[in-house]
């Protein structure tokens, strides 16, 4: 077995509870289904989120999703001048036998402009 980890992001319109749980959700479920994952596999899930997300915790969408016997943490994400707004990126650690050059990193909607290399 191998700890793998995969990558994601998606952004959101508005910084409210409704929309960082729904977009949140959207990128977990497109990370299970391109990377065929089993939830009693994830070691845990960081989340970061932009300065002007606030209203929510992005792991809340995670336990709603069923992942209740992972670690799951949130952080801001680190500021930098001239970067995306409006953002949550994800990292994943997952024990499979999944090799990290099988990982499908994800990147949704605006986010998608941060790796240009997995959206081809």
Known sequence: MNITSIRGAITVKENSKEEIVVATKELLQEIENRNDLNKEDVVSILFSSTK???AE???KAARLLGYTQC???CFN???VVGSMNKCIRVMVLYQSSLEQSNVKHVYLR???TLRPDFNK
Request: hydrophobic letters at 40%; a negative charge; proline letters at 7%.
């Open 77 to 79: 994400e680190m500021e």
């Open 71 to 73: 670690g799951l943490m």
């Open 57 to 59: 915790y992005p792991a």
């Open 110 to 112: 605006n986010a998608k």
């Open 52 to 54: 002007d997300l606030d």
